[in-house]
């Protein structure tokens, strides 16, 4: 089972927070947290920001008096242009398809009226800790992780906004390779992140580790000793996230 409350302890997921809220502005009243899965950045919002609205698909239960839950979909907010001094969304927009990611976008640029702050794994290679769902046959990547994003995507999908302000919390960003991939797929995939929350994004089934035997336990083996001595030894130390601050007030016109 995935246990949230370790997953938020763990020495990256710190830093990715940290950076998170050192990026925070300090002028800002009314805030939407878009896609605030159980509260961990709303109640940090909450301790800076008189008024915060937690929304996500599932009704939210967060309890603070700053804070108020609100159901909804990222595609189609239910708020009017301009609502918010600040709008953050983290971890969201890797989980949007990609024919509603443009939407998406649009939306958190529409209910904001100044800033707006954005958090995505950073050129993520989605064919780490993949599976195949054994009810419909098909590969998901990890986490439901449908979108990879690096600064031009970035850039088009919001490119209505000036220059942003950008850290990337964390190095060493975890890759694998194509031979390592080919056994995995080959043996269904036995290092998938089968623990995770998120169900078979092709039917909604649960994803399930397989069975192997002791010959492609061991072939699996030596694809993840090579995929290990690959990232010991690789040259590039790529971030794992990127974040963007937008302010619309530095528009120059
Ligand atoms: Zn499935």
Redesign the pocket.
Known sequence: MFDIKQYRRKEAEVQRVGSLMRMLPADAVEVLEAGCREGYITLKLAEKYPSVIALDLKLPQIYHPNVTCMQGDITVLPFKDGSFDLVVCTEVLEHIPPEKLGTACRELMRVSRRYLLIGVPYKQDLRVHAMK?I????I?PTTGHVNTFDEDLLKDLFKDMPLGTVEYPVTGVYKTNRLSYGLYKRFGFPYGSYEQEE???????P?KKPHLNILARMVCLFAKGLEFLQNKTGPSKSPVWIHILWDTNRRDS
């Open positions: 769902c009810h419909c046959g098909t998901n169900p078979c994004i092709h039917c909604g089934l994803l």
